[in-house]
T-cell receptor
Framework: DGGITQSPKYLFRKEGQNVTLSCEQN?????MYWYRQDPGQGLRLIYY???????QKGDIAEGYSVSREKKESFPLTVTSAQKNPTAFYLC????????????FGPGTRLTVL | DAKTTQPTSMDCAEGRAANLPCNHS???????VYWYRQIHSQGPQYIIH???NNETNEMASLIITEDRKSSTLILPHATLRDTAVYYC????????????FGTGTSLTVIP
């Protein structure tokens, strides 16, 4: 089946540790995105990538880093510099980066203790 | 991208049509109207989108007013599994790479 996978579903980390969230897609989509969602709020864009080896900051990139070495994969690292890392993280992809609907993964809920 | 206004919450009886309104009075001529929904603790799911004409697919219908300042998403026969937060988003192509999700409408389908 084609789709977007994120793992793990739930993740716990101690404060001060870096953690990497996985996002994989087999839809052959060029563009991939990372969003953050806090309780009762909408989604906010962290980073996006329109093509392999290229990515751009979104509205809240501070404290996060990404890489796009392969078309299928767009991992997100939450660094210790992110002041409020506990949130629901969503990965998405689209055929192209301009106006095409985005397809979302199931999300990873990160809790920093 | 144009701002949208949606009611915070709505209820709908199971089996009845759910009509979710969205105001986008500042929409530009090249902006599309998209609808997504998010079931609790899952990723958002694309439902439908349109520019001017009404659209229908297997999930829902989208009715856009003639002046394009508002739209309505219609779920023709709501089921309990349609309980979710519904997001209305307006967006122009080639203007960036994100969808601006607001707080949406929390729809509760009642048995």
């Amino acid at each position: 089946d084609g789709g977007i996978t994120q793992s793990p579903k739930y993740l716990f980390r101690k404060e001060g540790q870096n953690v990497t969230l996985s996002c994989e897609q087999n839809l052959n989509h060029d563009a991939m995105y990372w969003y953050r969602q806090d309780p009762g709020q909408g989604l906010r864009l962290i980073y996006y990538s329109q093509i392999v080896n290229d990515f751009q900051k979104g509205d809240i990139a501070e404290g996060y880093s990404v890489s796009r070495e392969k078309k299928e994969s767009f991992p997100l690292t939450v660094t210790s510099a992110q002041k409020n890392p506990t949130a629901f993280y969503l990965c998405a992809s689209s055929i192209g980066g301009n106006g095409n609907e985005q397809f979302f993964g199931p999300g990873t809920r990160l809790t920093v203790l | 991208d144009a701002k949208t206004t949606q009611p915070t919450s709505m209820d709908c009886a199971e089996g009845r049509a759910a009509n979710l309104p969205c105001n986008h009075s500042t929409i530009s001529g090249n902006e599309y109207v998209y609808w997504y929904r998010q079931i609790h603790s899952q990723g958002p799911q694309y439902i439908i989108h349109g520019l001017k004409n009404n659209e229908t697919n297997e999930m829902a219908s989208l009715i856009i007013t003639e002046d394009r300042k508002s739209s309505t998403l219609i779920l023709p026969h709501a089921t309990l599994r349609d309980t979710a937060v519904y997001y209305c988003i307006v967006r122009a192509p080639n203007t960036g790479n994100q969808f601006y999700f607001g707080t949406g409408t929390s729809l509760t389908v009642i048995p």
